[in-house]
Nanobody
Framework: QVQLVESGGGLVQAGGSLRLSCAAS????????MAWFRQAPGKEREKITA????????YYADSVKGRFTISRDNAKNTVYLQMSTLKPEDTAVYYC???????????????WGQGTQVTVSS
């Protein structure tokens, strides 16, 4: 069992930056591929980035490539999402998710955080 708690969301102006954190419980964090999803009102949930449990490889959706950076600190059981050059269309609830021993291409995640709101004003 893994419990995930996101933090760091808020209101930011377009062009600004924000860093989200996701703290995981348990002693097996290093076995989990971690991902960030987001869901805007009226839209489907979108997987935007993931980082591998094994080799640190990363995946980015085209919508965030070059602006967002995912990283993890296994010693702190935490995954981060550094968001830069934010746009109003980045406004959404952001969720972190965990999948044990999976690849960064996996669409199936077993554990989810409660989400944190990110609002980008124009």
């Amino acid at each position: 069992q893994v419990q995930l708690v996101e933090s760091g969301g808020g209101l930011v102006q377009a062009g600004g930056s924000l860093r989200l954190s996701c703290a995981a419980s348990g002693r097996t964090f290093s076995r989990y591929t971690m991902a960030w999803f987001r869901q805007a009102p009226g839209k489907e949930r979108e997987k935007i980035t993931a980082i591998s449990w094994s080799d640190g490889n990363t995946y980015y959706a085209d919508s965030v490539k070059g602006r967002f950076t995912i990283s993890r600190d296994n010693a702190k059981n935490t995954v981060y999402l550094q968001m830069s050059t934010l746009k109003p269309e980045d406004t959404a609830v952001y969720y972190c998710a965990a999948s044990e021993y999976s690849t960064i291409w996996s669409a199936k995640y077993d554990y989810w955080g409660q989400g944190t709101q990110v609002t980008v004003s124009s």
